[in-house]
């Protein structure tokens, strides 16, 4: 009875792995801020429902929220995009699904990384498309040359996210550029999705959106403002690849048969997070003290790549068997990670999220000494 398209999405491996957890767990295996919301969103959020923002908003968003959005583009990566070619999602996760179901045929190929965050690959499926996953190096590198080799008629996308998750990775411009040029060349279109944008330490992010306007941008509140239950995220579409594709317009027309609008009094929130950075710089200089602890506690046990950016960190633990057993052992000692398997088809990596209290690493971490 369950139609195909839904046999062929399978349930994230990493709910499986935390129905192992118990109460008194450290939790590394966590996807979002352990921030709270900052006060001044919450109320500007009540202020909203106080003055009755409580009704559908516009299918495309509240316009002051996308205006705000162009000008942020425009001052911090000096990219234009129109508030008309901006539409507000329920967080990046619908913009994704809308960028994707809008753009992938049955039998279209969609080139992701080896390392991925989940959604992609079970969109692409839902969308009856197929995915190829181009290899990484150590550095989580990916060879220019192999992903040209890997385009053909049926290649449509690029589905490319720095900073990245599960790796931790920040590209470069030169890889940002080349990449762009390759959408030209090729004419592919680059689903870029940059949650992370701000989540950065030593190096810079640039968005392919900054070199082609063969990328649709996608992005949220969730990571930046902690703001993960608020859903609330936006697509952002150049105008030149808009008026080829018409692109928003259809993005809209299936958000207003499933979601209709992201909601009202939350995007009234979003606007306020935006005029101020103070929050993201405390939160961005905290996550690195944290970082810098964890990269140290694990570079003398494991394989392991010190993140550039978001608040992830992803060791190679085949020295000590698949990545599955590995995290059993992990979270039979307390210790909550994800195993690579749920990023892809590797089973070497663990992914732990260093989105937790500073104490609660430093015990992580003794414990990780001992049991390896
Ligand atoms: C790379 C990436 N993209 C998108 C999302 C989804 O974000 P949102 O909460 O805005 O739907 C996440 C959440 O973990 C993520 O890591």
């Known amino acids: 009875m369950i139609a195909k398209r839904c046999l062929n999405i399978k349930p994230s491996p990493i709910r499986e792995v935390f129905n ?13 801020p352990d921030f709270k919301t900052p006060e001044y969103i919450i109320e500007a959020a009540k202020r909203a429902l106080d ?47 809308l960028a994707i179901l809008s753009l992938v045929d049955r039998g279209d190929v969609a080139i992701v990384k080896e390392h991925t965050f989940v959604s992609y690959n079970s969109l692409i499926n839902l969308a009856e498309g197929q995915v190829k996953a181009i290899s990484l190096n150590e550095e989580f590198e990916f060879d220019v040359e ?18 990245s998750n599960p790796t931790g990775k920040v590209y470069d411009k030169e890889t940002v550029k080349a990449i762009s040029e390759i959408a030209e060349d090729y004419n592919l279109i680059i689903i870029s999705d940059e949650v992370y944008d701000k989540i950065v330490y030593e190096k810079k992010h640039y968005s392919p959106l900054q070199f082609t306007d063969r990328a649709i941008l996608v992005n949220s509140f ?10 609330v995220g936006y697509l952002a579409v150049p105008e030149e690849l808009n008026n080829e594709l018409n692109l928003i317009d259809n993005f809209i027309k299936i958000h207003q048969y499933s979601f209709a609008c992201a909601t009202t009094f939350a995007q009234y929130g979003a606007l306020e997070a935006l005029k101020r950075d103070d929050f993201v710089n405390k939160m961005v200089k905290e996550f690195k003290r944290r970082r810098n602890l964890i990269y140290k506690g694990l570079k003398d046990i494991f394989n392991v790549y ?38 892809g088809n590797s089973n070497k990596y663990i992914r732990f999220s260093f989105a937790t209290k500073y104490e609660d690493i430093e015990k992580a971490i003794e414990i990780i000494k001992e049991l390896f």
Do not use: Q
């Open 306 to 343: 010190k993140p550039d950016g978001t608040f992830y960190i992803y060791p190679d633990v085949s020295e000590y068997g698949d990545s599955l057993e590995v995290a059993k052992k992990l979270i039979e000692n307390n210790i909550l990670c994800v195993p690579s398997i749920a990023f």
């Open 20 to 32: 192992l957890a118990n109460s008194n767990s450290i939790n590394l295996g966590i996807g979002e």
């Open 146 to 163: 192999e992903l040209k080799e890997m385009i053909d008629k049926r290649t449509k996308l690029i589905i490319y996210n720095s900073p």
């Open 51 to 97: 003055e009755g923002k409580t009704h559908y908003s516009p299918n495309n968003g509240i316009p002051e929220l996308r205006e705000a959005i162009s000008e942020k583009l425009k001052k911090d990566y000096n990219i234009e995009v129109s508030c008309d070619n901006i539409m507000i999602t329920c967080g990046a996760s619908e913009g994704l699904m």
């Open 222 to 231: 969730s990571k930046t403002y902690a703001m993960t239950g608020w859903r």
